[in-house]
């Protein structure tokens, strides 16, 4: 593994490539995208691609990378370009991608603003409301978690957040009347420690939930689009936005082992199946 610092007007993003460049075998690298989570995210995925070049990055305000734009918001498009960036440093596109989460949002506005970029996208659980019709609902919701994170701390926010996206179905008055869970039932810290600045229950990621995607645009791309959705996810909000998704590009969404972290491994608490989900990965990427 080498890693790499690719200094931009507004950040200095850091990458690390595992394998060769050119690739040895001829194909693409695979590039793997979080959000807002950085490239230690996908070390258990590393391991089990050890015939592919694989790239892993910091976006832009976390982990190694650090910004010079002033801001603290995480917008799509922004994202979008750094990936852009990433890909030309490469010299090898256009690369296969991996790209969970916020980095699925990501992916798809970098396919939209670059549609040559990328020959496979595996855009795992993108969360994006405006699929859904209980958009407004949703993001409801999401107001209410984060007034609880910025009045009672991380623990208290954390639980409401893992209450909302835990939620099966669509967001009703009955799930919007219900109080704010308790922390410890969670295991969950009940005392707040004072910080405010964590991306995924403060509103500095808004723009990932709210991006609205470019449907034909998306749908002219080259790129081959496989919208994917976690086997225990079905019925919450992240299986539920990639159905919706991929049923707006005039596809079946492709099912993985697991949930939103299935390529995960026990490093973190939130262990998926990794080794069962790279094998679903290698399937789709080799799939012509």
């Known amino acids: 593994m080498t890693q ?13 490539v595992h394998g ?12 793997m995208v ?13 391991a089990l691609f050890p015939d592919r070049t694989v790239v892993t990055y910091d976006p832009r305000g976390l982990g190694r990378s650090t910004r010079k734009d002033g801001s603290v918001t995480n917008e799509p498009e922004t994202q979008a370009e750094d990936l852009h960036a990433l890909i030309e440093a490469l010299g090898a596109g256009p690369v296969d991608m991996l ?31 405006s699929v859904l019709p209980d958009a407004e609902a949703v993001h409801r919701a999401r107001i209410a978690y984060t007034r609880v994170y910025e009045e009672k701390g991380w623990g208290a926010g954390m639980a409401a957040f893992i ?16 109080p704010a869970p308790d922390p410890a039932a969670f295991g969950m810290p009940t005392e707040d420690d004072g910080s405010r600045g964590d991306p995924l229950l ?19 791309s080259p790129t081959r689009i496989v919208v994917a959705v976690g086997e225990e996810s079905i019925k919450v909000y992240t299986g539920r936005t990639s159905i919706a998704l991929a049923e ?22 939130y262990a998926g199946q990794p080794e069962a989900f790279a ?6 990427l080799d799939r012509t």
């Open 4 to 16: 790499h610092t690719l200094e931009l007007a507004e950040v200095d993003l850091v990458y690390d």
């Open 20 to 31: 060769p460049l050119p690739t040895a075998d001829g194909r693409p690298p695979l590039v």
């Open 34 to 46: 979080g959000q807002p989570m950085d490239a230690s995210g996908f070390q258990a995925q590393v």
């Open 99 to 129: 790209a969970s989460s916020g980095g699925a949002v990501s992916a798809l506005a970098l396919v939209t603003a670059h549609p040559h970029d990328v020959a496979t996208l595996v855009a795992h659980e993108p969360p994006i409301d």
């Open 163 to 178: 209450a909302m996206t835990a939620w099966e179905g669509q967001v009703t008055d009955e799930y919007l009347a219900q």
């Open 202 to 220: 403060s509103d500095v990621s808004w723009a990932v939930c709210l991006y609205e995607p470019d449907i034909e645009a998306l749908q002219a």
């Open 248 to 269: 707006k590009l005039g596809q079946e969404p492709t099912v993985f082992p697991s949930h939103h972290g299935g390529f995960m491994g026990g490093e973190f608490g």
């Open 279 to 284: 094998a679903k990965l290698r399937e789709v």
